[in-house]
């Protein structure tokens, strides 16, 4: 999706500046969108035992 919207913005360059600007800005939330959920990933990572203790009391 990145890729389309970078080769929209480029075609579009000549013709229409501030739809360029608008689908670049777009381009930059999704960045910043997904680098946030990978860096709340990371922050959370559950320990073998946490994993482990939950399994058992899903069968309890």
Same mark, same amino acid.
């Given at each position: 999706?990145?890729? #389309? /919207?970078? %080769?929209?913005? %480029? /075609? @579009?360059? !000549? /013709?229409? @500046?501030? =739809?360029?600007? %608008? !689908? $670049?800005? *777009?381009?930059? &939330?999704? =960045?910043? @969108? =997904? +680098?946030?959920? *990978? #860096?709340?990933? *990371?922050?959370?990572?559950? &320990? +073998?035992? !946490?994993? @482990?203790? !939950?399994?058992?009391? /899903? $069968? #309890?």
């Amino acid at each position: 999706m990145i890729t #389309i /919207k970078a %080769e929209l913005a %480029e /075609k @579009l360059l !000549e /013709k229409r @500046l501030q =739809q360029v600007v %608008e !689908e $670049l800005r *777009d381009i930059a &939330s999704r =960045q910043n @969108l =997904q +680098l946030v959920r *990978d #860096i709340v990933n *990371d922050l959370y990572q559950k &320990s +073998l035992n !946490e994993v @482990l203790l !939950e399994q058992n009391k /899903k $069968l #309890i």
